[in-house]
Nanobody
């Protein structure tokens, strides 16, 4: 079945911006959608999440720099990343989970997500 598909990664200098997009199949339109990232040799970590009502959650490391948004008509979830730092480098994944994951305290727990994209690389130098 159709899975999530990420796009928009690339290379940028520190202080720059990138916008990632995740194509969300209709079957996930009421789900919690999150962005995770994984740097080489590190655990996959939650970056931000959004529910279908527009409620958002952010990791402390990206608050004030990243913005997650959802376009229901276009079936996309975007991650606008500003003020990028070298430590933001990694492969970024979008993932889908049941709605309750976004509104509870476990939004950044990767084990709560049952559908993942293939990832898109972000490199900040």
């Amino acid at each position: 079945h159709v899975q999530l598909v990420e796009s928009g990664g690339g290379s940028v200098q520190a202080g720059g911006s990138l916008k990632l997009s995740c194509s969300v199949p209709e079957r996930y339109e009421s789900y919690c959608i999150a962005w995770f990232r994984q740097a080489p040799g590190k655990e996959r970590e939650g970056v931000a999440a959004i529910d279908n009502w527009g409620g958002t959650k952010y990791a402390d490391s990206v608050k004030g720099r990243f913005v997650i948004s959802r376009d229901v008509d276009q079936k996309t979830v975007s991650l606008q990343m500003n003020g990028l730092k070298p430590e933001d480098t990694g492969t970024y994944f979008c993932a889908a989970a049941q709605f309750r994951v976004c509104v509870g305290g476990g939004w950044s727990d990767r084990d709560e997500y049952n559908s993942w994209g293939q990832g898109t690389q972000v490199t900040v130098s």
